[in-house]
T-cell receptor, first 112, second 113 residues
Framework: DQQVKQNSPSLSVQEGRISILNCDYT??????FLWYKKYPAEGPTFLIS?????DKNEDGRFTVFLNKSAKHLSLHIVPSQPGDSAVYFCAASVSNTGKLIFGQGTTLQVKP | GAGVSQSPSNKVTEKGKDVELRCDPI?????LYWYRQSLGQGLEFLIY????????KSGLPSDRFSAERTGGSVSTLTIQRTQQEDSAVYLC???????????FGDGTRLSIL
C-alpha cells in the first residue's frame, strides 16, 4: 500500500521555465511534508518542508503548495536551472512518529 | 564532521554472511534514522532512535535485521545471514529533533552475491 505517490517518473523542462513536481498521499494523518533532491551516489538533500497548518511555503526559487482536501502537494521550481537536474522525492510524516514515508521519486531534467 | 557520515561506502559480501553498517550522525542531533533504497524504489523506513527512548523498529523487514545506538551517537545496523534481496543502498539520517528535517548521509551500497 503506497501511502505517498509520485505518479510521474520523469519530467523534462527547458532552462528558465517552471518545473512542477507532484505528489499525492492517502493517509489523512500526515501533517508534515518535505521535498528532497538526490544526485547519483549521494544521499538525499533536504529542500523545503511544509506543515499541514499552511498551504504554501516559499524558499528562494522553491515553493511547496499543499492541498489538504485533495491530499496533494507540489513543488514549483522557478526559474529552473540545469543544476536542478536530479531525482526529487516527496516525503510525509505524522507528528511525533519520526519516520518519513517517501514517494518513488521523479527524475527532473532541465535542458540548457 | 559537518554532515552524517556512513561507512563503508560500498560493501560486497557473500550470501549468508553477516554485515555491519555504521552511521555517525550530526553532532547534537538527538534523532537517528535508518532507511534503505532498493533499485528504482523510494526510501523505505527501517528504524528510528530518539534520545534514550526505546527505538521504533516497525520498519525492520525481518529478525535478521537489528540496530544499536551507543551513547546516543554512533549507530550500527547489523544484517545477519544476508540474502540477495538485502542488496540495496542503506541510508542513515539524523535530525535535531523528531519533527525537524532529516539530514542524510551518502549511504552504504550493499551487494549480496
Amino acid at each position: 500500500d503506497q501511502q505517498v505517490k509520485q505518479n510521474s517518473p520523469s519530467l523534462s523542462v527547458q532552462e528558465g521555465r517552471i518545473s512542477i513536481l507532484n505528489c499525492d498521499y492517502t493517509n489523512s494523518m500526515f501533517d508534515y511534508f518535505l521535498w528532497y533532491k538526490k544526485y547519483p551516489a549521494e544521499g538525499p538533500t533536504f529542500l523545503i518542508s511544509i506543515s499541514s497548518i499552511k498551504d504554501k511555503n516559499e524558499d528562494g526559487r522553491f515553493t511547496v503548495f499543499l492541498n489538504k482536501s485533495a491530499k496533494h502537494l507540489s513543488l514549483h521550481i522557478v526559474p529552473s536551472q540545469p543544476g536542478d537536474s536530479a531525482v526529487y522525492f516527496c516525503a510525509a510524516s505524522v507528528s511525533n512518529t519520526g519516520k518519513l514515508i517517501f514517494g518513488q521519486g521523479t527524475t527532473l531534467q532541465v535542458k540548457p | 564532521g559537518a554532515g552524517v557520515s556512513q561507512s563503508p561506502s560500498n560493501k560486497v559480501t557473500e550470501k549468508g554472511k553477516d554485515v555491519e553498517l555504521r552511521c555517525d550522525p550530526i553532532s547534537g542531533h538527538t534523532a537517528l534514522y535508518w532507511y534503505r533504497q532498493s533499485l528504482g524504489q523510494g526510501l523505505e523506513f527501517l528504524i528510528y532512535f530518539q534520545g534514550n527512548s526505546a527505538p521504533d523498529k516497525s520498519g525492520l523487514p525481518s529478525d535478521r535485521f537489528s540496530a544499536e545506538r551507543t551513547g546516543g551517537s554512533v549507530s550500527t545496523l547489523t544484517i545477519q545471514r544476508t540474502q540477495q534481496e538485502d542488496s540495496a543502498v542503506y541510508l542513515c539520517a539524523s535530525s535535531h529533533d523528531r519533527d525537524e528535517p532529516q539530514h542524510f548521509g551518502d549511504g552504504t551500497r550493499l551487494s549480496i552475491l
